[in-house]
């Protein structure tokens, strides 16, 4: 399943990409993705509800991105990095269905991939905050 849940988050990440930088419907592009790549059912299904689950969280998301990262303006984030972290958010706040560490290494492991050199460092650093305040009660999303 492993596996599986990896290749959802990428292709999750990409479908919300487009939609975040050029407005494009993220079930279209999820639609498109998973038949151009043939993924399984497993992993379209996965993707779906990640990025459903994104969309739905969006403003709330951003609002604990902002809070944790106080001197980097969500608008200002790249596209990339802006979406790996509402990802793992909406994984670490609302899903639930991966641990903790799992989540954030995942997101860690998307920037590795899909951004820049200092994005990983960034990416865990964000969520290290995000998991404390969590953790201790303080965030939350409704």
């Known amino acids: 399943m492993a596996g599986a849940r990896r290749k959802a988050r990428t292709v999750a990440l990409q479908a919300l990409y487009e939609m975040d930088a050029v407005g494009h419907d993220p079930l279209a592009v999820l639609s498109r993705l998973t038949e151009e790549r043939n993924l399984p059912q497993e992993v379209a299904s996965y993707g779906r509800q990640l990025m459903e689950g994104v969309t739905r969280h969006k403003q709330r998301i951003d609002d604990i991105i902002q809070s ?3 001197a980097w303006p969500v608008s200002q984030l790249s596209h990339i990095d802006r979406n790996i ?6 994984e670490i706040l609302v899903d639930n269905s991966v641990p903790l560490k799992v989540a954030i290494n995942e997101a860690v492991e998307l920037a590795k991939t899909y ?7 960034f990416i865990n650093g964000v969520l290290g ?4 305040t969590a953790v ?4 939350s999303i409704s």
């Open 85 to 90: 972290l509402r990802l793992a958010i909406f």
């Open 68 to 70: 944790c990262a106080p």
């Open 129 to 132: 905050a995000v998991s404390k």
């Open 115 to 121: 951004s820049s050199d200092s994005a990983p460092r």
């Open 136 to 139: 201790a009660g303080r965030t």
